[in-house]
């Protein structure tokens, strides 16, 4: 019996045809993030190189494994999946480690597991799921309430660990999927002036002062330079100092004599920019656009409106991760805790990035099953 | 399972705005890189090299001070401080008891320099102590394991050796102020130590050499990674000075708790051997920051121990300035050598009587013995021919009434009256018998030690004015002498010889066997006296001050010394003896008994 390629079960054909570039460019991403993590921590008493790249072969097989999935399957189990990732939430705030004043981790020896990473994952399934039955032009009202309801609620968990940061990642995915499935612009319109509302009683009523510290010295970055403009300050002499070309691998000195703190986790990409210079910065940014750009495009052919919701909402979610975690080195936006996705040193979330980017290339393989 | 036909489209179309959406972000975010790293990219890596380098001064070693004999005046001697560098404290409270225990002082004492301290950066270390003894040194080097916030910080201080007896001529040193920096831009930085008086200023870019610097590349932490550069110290020069430390810790003593001042120097050169103003202070009180109290003490005191007596203080010169009338007369041919005034013990000129010192007179004076017994009715009369602007002008030959162009700044200028002078300044026409007390050194007429010095030195030397100084090597080509008559110069010296050394001389208590003096006595009256009152039953502050200026050997002089003692009484009592010793310092006694 032989396999053929004009068969009706095409399996190796379409392999051959999945966006595979999105995994090189993960690979590679993260081929660079190792690097970065290593000149950032190569000061410190733990070299973090060895760490992450646990955590990438990890995501790697994390990555096989969603790919091999089938996300109908996964999507007819998302309640359970959306469920059991609440439980997590709720679990780890009894049960979590605290770490730089979040709750927000499950310790697991020297390793620790990010719950709300994972979390927003099985948000999204369920989101597509909820979305893609509707099956109409625009959404309804109650509908788009429906959503907001359910990333309202992972959300008010992950704000009870303190990382708004983290919890305010639910909202690009959300809307990015809202906004495929249909969102008329009078409401797109209200819901912005609802932002505005809600801004305000947010800044009087729920954030904390550190919060609010944050976005002042984003506002005024001179007012606290040995606080919270510290940072701040840090990141932008190191971005500014590696001017067009960079300082060479491994010989900034915001990095090499630490002034420059957070600089393996969240702001590893002004490490990036001290020694690689705007050159590096923008091959990098260019890599980050090309892997959404191809990510849409897995959207465009998918299947189905589940296939085309979840990627939407994956995707919307890692390019939120780019833009801001950039846009916060160079001190475009308030600094946040937000990561840069396969950049940054972290575990759940290297992790998560790679089952998101095998959840993707998981619709593309199967866009031509079952039609 | 039923297919219903999927609403796909709508969602496929509305993609391509997402990623416009998100390609004006990438956008906006490159071109917020472009602006830091490409448009600011110099001002961030000034920026960061700033954070990285840390700029070191290297103090260069200041220049000694020798006197003539090189004799070490001024020294540079190690002093330990004490710092505590907070960011790398787990526990000051802790630290802080530790210094507290090693110095023996109160914990409370050392908080209060944190705390005053605290708004300056924290990775600047706080100064807690200065001047550790060896013994706390060592004390704080073995804890070093246990309390690595503490640092010891050595620093050059500057020893005088001789504290108060060099004092007005060496001056001291003192924190760079807003008006050094503004002299001389560039030379001096805040904080630098510079000469505040004396040859430490006027020599003080000789002296101060210059600073190096050493580039530090530091962390976050402050803690030196490497030596990125090092530019060396360049050590001052030493300052050899013409001074003669025997010399002038014999007229110190002499002075004791006397207010005064003293001055020797070669009439041949204008080298100052001797620069003594009494009473003195401790330069090595300047060192360090002084209290308010030892400020007040220096500052209220009534004897200005501050004041260099010898170019700041004027007084009229007594009967010293009888030799600038003599010369004048002479030169102008007013009087002859053997042209006699009969002194009677007083005189009337423009209706007014005037005493002689000697109350039964002298008899009959020529100018030989006007000046060896100080007669003043000849005096009196010669002025009275010579007129007011005359004698002014010999004054100014003999370089009086100005500043002597001495190294050391601040001289006085004195006052030497004329008619003009009383015009413009007073506002009234110069009264004749004013010129009668100018005559005998009195009334409005003004003279520092250190201007009748230099009158004295061209006295002995023939006729020229040198330029007082302290640094050697100076320049020190006398003058052209001046327009005088060289027999006038002749005549008088020989008549101060006689001063000392021939019988109703007024100064012959200075005699010595061994070396032929010349001098002259003089006596400034402070208060005007009607009636013939003993100096000794005078209130102290009313009592006259005592002049003696003088110069040996006689044929070929070497040494010219003014002793002027405030209040002290006659010249010839108070003054005279501290010159006698300067002679026999300097001469030594050949024949020892």
């Known amino acids: 019996m032989t396999l053929t390629l004009a068969d009706d079960r095409p399996l190796l054909r379409h392999l051959a045809d999945v966006r595979w570039v999105l995994l090189a460019l993960a690979l590679l991403l993260a081929a660079i993030g190792l690097a970065t993590v290593h000149s950032a921590s190569s000061e410190l008493a733990v070299d973090y190189l060895p760490r992450q790249a646990v955590w990438v072969a990890l995501g790697l097989l994390a990555l096989f494994a969603a790919l091999g999935v089938d996300y109908q399957s996964l999507t007819k189990f998302s309640l359970p999946l959306y469920v059991g990732g609440l439980l997590a939430l709720a679990a780890v705030l009894f049960l979590g480690t605290e770490r730089g004043g979040a709750r927000s981790w499950f310790g697991i020896g020297s390793f620790g597991l990010q719950p709300s990473e994972f979390a927003k994952l099985t948000t999204a399934l369920l989101l597509a799921r909820y979305l893609a039955a509707t099956n109409r032009r625009y959404l309804r009202l109650h509908e788009i309430a429906g959503a907001c309801g359910l990333v309202a609620v992972p959300m008010a968990l992950i704000v009870l660990q303190k990382d708004l940061g983290s919890a305010a990642m639910f909202l690009p995915m959300l809307a990015g999927m809202l906004f495929v499935a249909g969102v008329r612009w009078q409401v797109i319109v209200a819901a912005a002036l609802l932002a505005l509302v809600a801004g305000g009683v947010l800044w009087n009523f729920v954030m904390l002062d550190y919060q609010k510290g944050r976005v002042m010295t984003f506002l005024d970055p001179g007012r606290d330079p040995l606080g919270a403009g510290y940072q701040l300050r840090q990141s932008k002499i190191a971005v500014g100092s590696g001017q067009i070309v960079g300082r060479g691998y491994m010989q900034g000195t915001q990095s090499q004599l630490r002034f420059l703190p957070a600089r393996h986790t969240d702001f590893v990409f002004a490490v990036l920019a001290e020694e690689w210079g705007f050159l590096g910065v923008a091959s990098v940014l260019v890599l980050y656009g090309i892997f959404i750009f191809n990510g849409a495009m897995v959207a465009v052919r998918a299947r189905d409106r589940t296939g085309i919701l979840l990627v939407v909402g994956l995707l919307a979610g890692f390019a939120f991760h780019v833009a801001y975690n950039t846009a916060m080195v160079v001190g475009l936006v308030p600094i946040t805790g937000i990561p840069l996705p396969f950049l940054s040193y972290g575990g759940s979330f290297t992790l998560a990035s790679f089952l998101a980017t095998g959840m993707i290339l998981g619709v593309d393989l199967r866009r031509y099953v079952n039609r | ?593």
Request: proline share 6%; net charge neutral; aromatic share 8%.
């Open chain 2, 1 to 593: 399972m039923k297919r219903v036909r999927e609403e796909r489209e709508n969602l496929v179309s509305r993609i391509p705005r997402l990623q416009v959406f998100f390609a004006a972000l990438m956008i906006i975010i490159a071109t917020g890189y472009w602006r830091v790293q490409v448009v600011g990219g110099d001002f961030y890596r000034g920026l960061a090299e700033n954070n990285r380098l840390r700029r070191v001064p290297i103090k260069a070693p200041r220049g000694l001070i020798y006197d003539r004999d090189d004799r070490l005046l001024v020294d540079n001697v190690p002093s330990y401080n004490l710092l505590l560098d907070g960011s790398r404290s787990a526990n000051v409270e802790r630290a802080l008891a530790f210094a507290a225990a090693v110095l023996e002082r109160e914990p409370s004492e050392l908080r209060s320099a944190v705390e005053r301290h605290s708004g300056r950066s924290r990775f600047e270390p706080v100064l807690l102590a200065e001047n550790l003894t060896l013994a706390d040194v060592s004390q704080v080097s073995v804890a070093q394991l246990e309390y690595p916030e503490f640092e010891i910080d050595v620093e050059h201080l500057r020893l005088y050796r001789h504290g108060p007896l060099t004092a007005h001529a060496l001056g001291y040193l003192g924190e760079a102020t807003e008006e050094d920096l503004a002299r001389r831009p560039g030379a001096y930085q805040p904080g630098d130590l510079v000469g505040r008086k004396g040859m430490e200023r006027v020599f003080d870019l000789h002296l101060r050499g210059r600073d190096g610097e050493r580039e530090l590349i530091v962390d976050s932490r402050g803690r030196t990674r490497e030596e990125h550069g090092r530019e060396a110290a360049v050590a001052g020069k030493n300052l050899h000075l013409t001074l003669d430390l025997e010399l002038q810790q014999e007229a110190a003593r002499y002075l004791g708790e006397r207010a005064g001042a003293a001055v020797a120097l070669d009439p041949r050169s204008g080298e100052v051997l001797m620069l003594v103003s009494a009473p003195s202070y401790n330069p090595n009180l300047f060192t360090r920051r002084l209290d308010d109290e030892q400020w007040r003490e220096l500052i209220d005191s009534p004897y200005h121990p501050l004041q260099n007596r010898t170019i700041q203080n004027a007084h009229p010169p007594g009967s010293v300035f009888k030799m600038v009338l003599a010369v004048a007369g002479l030169s102008e041919g007013t009087v002859s050598p053997t042209d006699s005034v009969f002194c009677s013990g007083s005189t009337t000129i423009y209706n007014r009587r005037n005493r002689c010192w000697l109350r039964r007179g002298h008899g009959w004076v020529n100018l030989r013995k006007a000046i060896k017994e100080s007669c003043d009715v000849y005096f009196y009369h010669l002025g009275q021919k010579l007129g007011i602007n005359r004698i002014a002008h010999y004054a100014r030959l003999f370089g009086l009434g100005g500043p002597t162009g001495f190294d050391i700044p601040g001289e006085k200028a004195g006052l030497i009256p004329d008619t003009e002078w009383s015009l413009a300044r007073r506002g009234s026409p110069w009264y004749p018998g004013e010129t009668i007390s100018v005559a005998i050194g009195q009334g409005p007429i003004l003279v520092t030690p250190l201007q009748l010095a230099g009158m004295t030195a061209a006295l002995a030397n023939g006729g020229r004015l040198v330029r007082p100084h302290l640094a050697r090597g100076g320049r020190s080509a006398p003058s052209a002498p001046i327009a005088v008559d060289p027999d006038a110069i002749a005549l008088v010296r020989e008549a101060m010889w006689a001063v000392v050394n021939e019988e109703h001389g007024t100064g012959s208590s200075v005699r010595l066997p061994y070396v032929q003096i010349a001098g002259k006595t003089g006596t400034a009256q402070v208060v005007e006296q009607r009636t013939w009152t003993r100096n000794e039953d005078l209130p102290e502050e009313h009592r006259d001050h005592a002049w003696f200026v003088s110069f040996a050997p006689v044929d070929d002089p070497r040494l010219v010394v003014v002793a002027f003692v405030e209040h002290g009484g006659h010249g010839s009592d108070a003054a005279a003896p501290l010159a006698k010793r300067i002679y026999e310092s300097y001469f030594g006694d050949p024949d020892p008994r």
